[in-house]
């Protein structure tokens, strides 16, 4: 069974920083991973989706890593903002479902 | 182009009422997804369409959720009777590909509260 590990589970810093939100899971065998940030009282919204077969993608201020063998991915946020506080999601991929951590509550301190 | 559209976006009930959500996917995307959210989880699957047939409903509580999608379009997942430990709220995603292979999208949820 996937379980899917997101740590911190809260981080709060100080506007213009840069971060890094950590996911892992413990089966490789995995489709793909993708990034959701999820806003208090609404759906998710799609970041990022890495494919098993590729090591990063990036949109804008955001990076995400895959390292399968490691079971780990990375989110990277560059130069951090206000609006980007919000909950972030992380969701593998598998052959039976797409598992889900609990997510990362982010705080951005203007 | 219109996102997944979900209806309604709140729904107060008394338990053992019936409630039902309905779901518009993404034009074209042929996997529907409907997932659970409590407060400060992660998104549980209750059940996957792969055009109008559920591929996985092991995770649908079947004594009183049901759900539906006729023609591979639009779906519908109803509780009937509600209970109080009913109280979530209700995702629905749809994605282009079978399997779990495809970018997921969401609605916006609808938030029930069972009283």
């Known amino acids: 069974k996937q379980e899917v590990t997101q740590i911190p589970a809260a981080l709060s810093v100080p506007e213009g920083e840069n971060l890094v939100l950590n996911c892992s899971f413990t089966d490789s065998a995995i489709y793909n991973l993708q990034w959701f940030r999820q806003d208090p009282g609404k759906g998710l919204t799609s970041l990022l989706l890495?494919?098993?077969?590729?090591r990063e993608q990036t949109s804008g201020r955001l990076n995400a890593s895959l390292d399968k063998s490691s079971g780990r991915s990375t989110l990277y946020i560059a130069a951090s903002q206000p609006g980007d506080s919000a909950t972030y999601l992380c969701?593998?991929?598998?052959?039976?479902?797409?598992?889900f951590g609990i997510g990362t509550k982010l705080q951005v301190i203007p | 182009e219109a996102g997944v559209v979900q209806s309604p976006r709140y729904k107060i009930i008394e338990k053992k009422q019936p409630v039902a959500f309905w779901c518009n996917p993404i034009s074209g995307h042929n996997t529907l997804y409907w997932y659970l959210q409590n407060l400060g989880q992660g998104p549980e699957l209750l059940i996957r369409?792969?055009?109008?047939?559920?591929?996985?409903d092991s995770q649908l509580p079947k004594d009183r959720f049901s759900a539906e999608r006729l023609k591979g379009v639009d779906s519908t997942l109803k509780i009937q009777p509600a209970e109080l430990g009913d109280s979530a709220v209700y995702l629905c995603?749809?994605?282009f590909g079978g399997g779990n292979t495809g970018e997921l999208f969401f609605g916006e949820g609808s938030r029930l509260t069972v009283l």
């Open positions: 995603a749809s994605s």
């Open positions: 890495i494919q098993s077969s590729q």
């Open positions: 369409y792969e055009n109008e047939e559920a591929v996985d």
């Open positions: 969701a593998v991929g598998g052959y039976q479902k797409v598992t």
